[in-house]
């Protein structure tokens, strides 16, 4: 565990990075949690060491390409709703639904390490933050692993997520980096970059189509799209955000008027689109011992 004091110590040879409370960016939210604020000549991010968790990406001069929810509370070991939400080591529920494991595995709950941090020539910053098995994590898992999560923060966010499994026997996993991107009003929105995609709509049960165009959201959408292109455009109205990656699925969701029911969205539900890229349900990852997966994505505006 990085000691606060070595904490300081790493972010003080790293001009831009600052170590603050989430309660001073978003008073009155929860207990509050640490939080790094980036800030460079070319963009501000906002990230959480709970979970390696992005909670603002503004490239300079542009909006925030995130959507954090109004309602969002930072209280330990508790999910944050909105900014990207780590899902691993499995995507949705547990397949085993007789243990109580929570919904989209551990990572986006657990205390992460930052490993590196750096200003690189031109400007940008660049991040590692890691996360290790520990006894808590076997319990849920069993298996030896070390995550690494790495950000770029430029004119674009660049995100790198590694999973190098450390144990002795086959491990298969899902995973996804929950992305919540701001619109204007999700009912405009088209997104582009799914079409001919086989779809695995999970509402009500598990139906299995194929997507014939481009994806709009009329209410509640929760749909997994296999074997995607790599990049996907959300258009609205009055612009445009990309999602560039190397994962194999897309997952789309918003909650719709569901939202309403109460938690942690409410009426601005109308103001995001979930864009998830992973690899999940037939995209899931069979990983050899000493073997590591790696998930690359880049969101530009
Ligand atoms: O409420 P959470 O556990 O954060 O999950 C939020 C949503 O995540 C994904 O998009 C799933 O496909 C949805 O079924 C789920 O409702």
């Known amino acids: 565990m990085t000691s606060p004091?070595?904490?300081?110590?790493?972010?003080?040879?790293?001009?831009?990075?600052?170590?603050?409370?989430?309660?001073?960016?978003?008073?009155?939210?929860g207990a509050g949690l640490p939080v790094l604020e980036i800030q460079n000549a070319h963009g501000r991010a906002v990230l959480a060491l709970q979970g390696a968790h992005l909670l603002s990406f503004v490239p300079q001069g542009g909006r925030d390409l995130l959507w954090l929810s109004p309602l969002a509370k930072f209280n330990p070991g508790k999910?944050?709703?909105?900014?990207?939400?780590?899902?691993?080591?499995?995507?949705?529920?547990?397949?085993?639904?007789?243990?109580?494991?929570?919904?989209?595995?551990?990572?986006?709950?657990?205390?992460?390490?930052?490993?590196?941090?750096?200003?690189?020539?031109?400007?940008?910053?660049?991040?590692?933050?890691?996360?290790?098995?520990?006894?808590?994590?076997?319990?849920?898992?069993?298996?030896?692993?070390?995550?690494?999560?790495?950000?770029?923060?430029?004119?674009?966010?660049?995100?790198?997520?590694?999973?190098?499994?450390?144990?002795?026997?086959?491990?298969?996993?899902?995973?996804?980096?929950?992305?919540?991107?701001?619109?204007?009003?999700?009912?405009?929105?088209?997104?582009?970059g799914l079409a001919g995609c086989e779809q695995i709509n999970t509402l009500g049960g598990i139906t299995r189509l194929h997507n014939e165009g481009d994806v709009v959201i009329r209410d509640v959408h929760d749909s997994v799209y296999l074997d995607v292109p790599a990049v996907q455009i959300i258009r609205t109205p009055s612009g445009q955000t990309r999602i560039d990656s190397d994962t194999r699925s897309a997952i789309v969701w918003n909650p719709g008027t569901n939202a309403l029911k109460g938690g942690d969205i409410g009426p601005a539900y109308t103001g995001f689109v979930c864009v998830e890229r992973g690899d999940a349900f037939d995209n899931a990852i069979t990983l050899k011992p000493g073997e590591v997966y790696r998930a690359n994505m880049t969101i530009s505006g």
């Open 5 to 29: 004091a070595d904490l300081a110590q790493l972010l003080a040879a790293v001009p831009g990075v600052v170590l603050r409370s989430s309660d001073e960016l978003y008073p009155g939210r």
């Open 79 to 192: 999910a944050i709703r909105g900014g990207i939400p780590l899902c691993l080591p499995w995507f949705g529920g547990h397949p085993d639904k007789s243990r109580g494991l929570p919904a989209h595995g551990f990572a986006r709950t657990s205390d992460w390490q930052l490993e590196s941090a750096e200003v690189l020539a031109d400007g940008r910053h660049q991040l590692v933050l890691g996360l290790k098995d520990t006894l808590l994590t076997r319990e849920m898992w069993p298996h030896h692993f070390h995550f690494r999560f790495a950000i770029t923060v430029g004119s674009e966010l660049t995100v790198m997520l590694e999973a190098e499994h450390q144990g002795h026997v086959p491990v298969e996993f899902t995973a996804a980096m929950h992305s919540y991107f701001a619109v204007p009003n999700v009912a405009e929105c088209v997104i582009e």
